[in-house]
Every structure is written in structure tokens, then in C-alpha cells.
């Protein structure tokens, strides 16, 4: 059988399929049980189940998307941050070629053609 567990709080803990008989073990103190597997989004307050809508699906899995580019972003950024310091091995030209790559970075959200599910990185100098 497949089951959806709550915290007492009514947030979702986990979906599980498992017996009926092993099940009580699983359930937090105070927390919920629902038969069928729900979205890690629904919660159980009081016993009630609330599902989340298709938007505020669609919304938390954009929310994710973005997070995923901003840490991808930050790395790259990160990874070059050596380039911009005033002991840098790096020609004036090829320095303002990183500049100008790093200003990419932090720009590409706000590009017309954003998307956070495929990125169109800019090409490293």
C-alpha cells in the first residue's frame, strides 16, 4: 500500500509503500497518515489534506530551477574570482575579457531569452 506521512505540524514528511502493519512505526508523534502518494508540497492540518494547486507547483518547481542556476552561477563566478585580483597574472585585455564574462553572469537572469531549466552560459575567455 502506498502512504503519505505528515509531521504533526502538518508538513509533509514522506510517501512510503509499505504494510499496513509496518506503518506505525513511521508516523512521527502527533503526526498524519494519508493512503496514496501526495506532492512533497501538500500539507495535513488537523487531518485535512490540502493539495496544492498546478500554479503553486509550477511555481516551487521554478523557484527550484532558479536556485540551481544561482549556485551554478555563484560557482562560476567563484571560479574566477582570481582573475579580477590586482596580483593577477592576467594581460589589462584578457582581464577585462574575464570583466566582461563575470558582468555576463550576473546579467543572464534578466536577459530576454532566460531560461532556468537551459541556461545559455556565456563562453569562458
Not at 503553486?56 to 574570482?81: G, H, M, P
Amino acid at each position: 500500500m502506498e502512504y503519505t506521512i505528515y509531521h504533526g505540524d502538518g508538513s509533509f514528511f514522506m510517501s512510503v509503500t509499505c504494510s499496513s502493519a509496518s506503518i506505525t512505526n513511521m508516523i512521527p508523534i502527533g503526526g498524519y497518515l494519508k493512503e496514496g502518494i501526495q506532492s512533497p508540497l501538500s500539507t495535513c492540518v488537523n487531518g485535512t489534506l490540502v493539495i496544492p494547486t498546478d500554479t503553486e507547483i509550477s511555481n516551487q518547481y521554478i523557484e527550484e530551477l532558479l536556485l540551481d542556476f544561482r549556485i551554478e552561477r555563484n560557482k562560476r563566478l567563484a571560479e574566477t574570482d582570481w582573475t579580477q585580483a590586482n596580483d593577477s597574472p592576467l594581460s589589462a585585455s584578457v582581464k577585462t575579457n574575464y570583466q566582461n564574462y563575470r558582468q555576463n553572469l550576473r546579467d543572464l537572469p534578466q536577459s530576454d531569452a532566460f531560461d532556468p531549466l537551459e541556461p545559455a552560459w556565456p563562453t569562458l575567455p
